[in-house]
Structure formats: structure tokens, C-alpha cells
T-cell receptor, first 112, second 116 residues
Framework: DTEVTQTPKHLVMGMTNKKSLKCEQH?????MYWYKQKAKKPPELMFV???????INESVPSRFSPECPNSSLLNLHLHALQPEDSALYLC???????????FGPGTRLLVL | GNSVTQMEGPVTLSEEAFLTINCTYTATGYPSLFWYVQYPGEGLQLLLKATKADDKGSNKGFEATYRKETTSFHLEKGSVQVSDSAVYFCALRDMNYGGATNKLIFGTGTLLAVQP
């Protein structure tokens, strides 16, 4: 089983709201990733966690705050977003940091 | 730096036609190569991969061969179906992105539309 789950599937939020995206995997993978994908574009890496520690932050604005509470769970906390942050947010995981990444179905975010 | 170039889409084919989506890469070393597929409104699914030169990845009738001499990883399928309509992304693993990290470099994606 190579399933990564993400909730919610869709999210609409105002620019003053605080919300969180959740990603979960039960495959024992030790690396987890957040990507942002705009329409008709490839995914762009935002963050990488390896063994529950943040190993890569691709210069993402601080209004996006990742959290890895345990090896199965990855959160992305959102605060004071802008309309241009509207996108599909994808989570992925891999067994270790150098192996194949498996993606979740994504959360489609709309910022009004 | 490392990069992936894919053929521009959309690619429009009739059902049962032969498919080729070209992908070439620029990289130092020997990166692993991947094809991911994204169906409308969904996330990315790993379609196939190859980890060294001359490896052939295959899945669901799709194939791609890692050609180091031409730095290519073209995706092929002998007979496409309407259900294959999706966006296909070629990607490589950036081997120079730090010792313990795993960054994928994606191509721009190719939209495939298969008509009945």
C-alpha cells in the first residue's frame, strides 16, 4: 500500500483566517514533503522533513508554517494568506530521503 | 543546474494510437528518472521509474528507457485509451541537493487528450 492521505480535500479561507492542512501516511516512510502546484504548472517543493526534522525550506514565506508531530503526520499551518497562494497543495512521502516519493491527492486551497 | 525538458502539449490522439511523450534531461552524475501522471482534479501518481542507464521502467502498458547517451527518458504506450487522458510529468531526482535530501526536478508537464 502506497497511500498518502490529505485533508481537507477543498478549503476556502479569507486572508485573515488561520487554517491547517493535514497529511498522513502509515507506510513507515521517514521523509515527508509539501509541494505547491499552480494551475497548468509542475509542483514546486516547499518543505522537506527527514526523520521528523525540517531539512529543507525553499524560502517559503512565514505565513506557511510546517509541523511534523510524528513520523506519520505532517501539517501545514496557514495564516494571513494572499489570494496568490490559492493552489493545489500536495503532500508526499518517501521511505528515506533519497527514495521514490509518493504523493497524496492534494488539498485545493482558495484564498479570498 | 539540473533540468528536465518535456515536449509541449497538448497531445491529442485517437483511441488505440501509439503514444510518445519526449523527455530529455540535463544533470551531473546519474540521477534517477521518473514519470508521474496527474488525472484531472487529482494528485500525482508514480507511473514508472528507472534508476540507472539502460533501465526500462514499465507499468500499465507504459514504458520508458533511461538513455544516458541521449540524456532521454521518453514515455511510450502502444495503444492509448480514453482513460489515459491526463497530464504526464517527467522528473529527475536532483543528486546534488545536499547529501541527505531528495528533491525532484519536474518538467513542465504534457497534457494528453485521447479521443474515442
Amino acid at each position: 500500500d502506497t497511500e498518502v492521505t490529505q485533508t481537507p480535500k477543498h478549503l476556502v479561507m479569507g486572508m485573515t483566517n488561520k487554517k491547517s492542512l493535514k497529511c498522513e501516511q502509515h507506510m513507515g516512510h521517514r521523509a515527508m514533503y509539501w509541494y505547491k502546484q499552480k494551475a497548468k504548472k509542475p509542483p514546486e517543493l516547499m518543505f522537506v522533513y527527514s526523520y521528523e526534522k525540517l531539512s529543507i525550506n525553499e524560502s517559503v514565506p512565514s505565513r506557511f508554517s510546517p509541523e511534523c508531530p510524528n513520523s506519520s503526520l505532517l501539517n501545514l499551518h496557514l495564516h494571513a494568506l494572499q489570494p496568490e497562494d490559492s493552489a493545489l497543495y500536495l503532500c508526499a512521502s518517501s521511505p528515506y530521503s533519497k527514495e521514490t516519493q509518493y504523493f497524496g491527492p492534494g488539498t485545493r486551497l482558495l484564498v479570498l | 543546474g539540473n533540468s528536465v525538458t518535456q515536449m509541449e502539449g497538448p497531445v491529442t490522439l485517437s483511441e488505440e494510437a501509439f503514444l510518445t511523450i519526449n523527455c530529455t534531461y540535463t544533470a551531473t552524475g546519474y540521477p534517477s528518472l521518473f514519470w508521474y501522471v496527474q488525472y484531472p482534479g487529482e494528485g500525482l501518481q508514480l507511473l514508472l521509474k528507472a534508476t540507472k542507464a539502460d533501465d526500462k521502467g514499465s507499468n500499465k502498458g507504459f514504458e520508458a528507457t533511461y538513455r544516458k547517451e541521449t540524456t532521454s527518458f521518453h514515455l511510450e504506450k502502444g495503444s492509448v485509451q480514453v482513460s489515459d487522458s491526463a497530464v504526464y510529468f517527467c522528473a529527475l531526482r536532483d543528486m546534488n541537493y545536499g547529501g541527505a535530501t531528495n528533491k525532484l526536478i519536474f518538467g513542465t508537464g504534457t497534457l494528453l487528450a485521447v479521443q474515442p
